[in-house]
């Protein structure tokens, strides 16, 4: 089963009651449109949370939003993705790159990330905003 969800901005509880909510099992995808936020500060708390969701039976996918961190996202490795390429976080985590078209439970995703902050003359860019927010 394909879930789809958005504006988890690295909040913990977000992404553990949405499993709970619709008891995410082996098999299924969760994809977050925008603004996963799990890798925004780039720190040790945020990886520790991956590796827990990386024990997980289900897939969780994102779309980046205007609210990430491009820098830390763009190290993570590329690799082929059921047609299309992804950034691999761990082995069932992994960035939708945008423009890629994916074939999913015989569907076709296509991904376009991105969006304009209105709040970045608030934040710093490098740190808390960065350019490539924008498509």
Not at 32 to 47: L, S, T
Request: aromatic share 14%; hydrophobic share 35%.
């Amino acid at each position: 089963m394909i879930y789809v969800t958005g504006d988890m901005h690295g909040e913990h509880g977000k992404l553990l009651a949405a499993e709970k909510e619709v008891s995410l099992q082996e098999g299924d995808l969760l994809i977050v449109c925008g603004d996963f936020g799990y890798i925004f500060k780039d720190n040790k708390q945020e990886q520790l949370f991956l590796d827990e969701i990386e024990t997980r039976p289900y897939t969780l996918c994102f779309v980046d939003g205007n609210h990430e961190n491009f820098e830390a996202l763009y190290r993570y490795p590329q690799q082929d993705w059921n047609g299309g390429q992804v950034h691999r976080i761990r082995n069932n985590i992994f960035h939708l790159m945008r423009g890629q078209i994916y074939e999913i439970d015989g569907k076709s995703i296509f991904t376009m990330g991105g969006a304009y902050s209105i709040d970045k003359y608030f934040r710093t860019e490098g740190l808390s905003w960065w350019p490539e927010e924008l498509p």
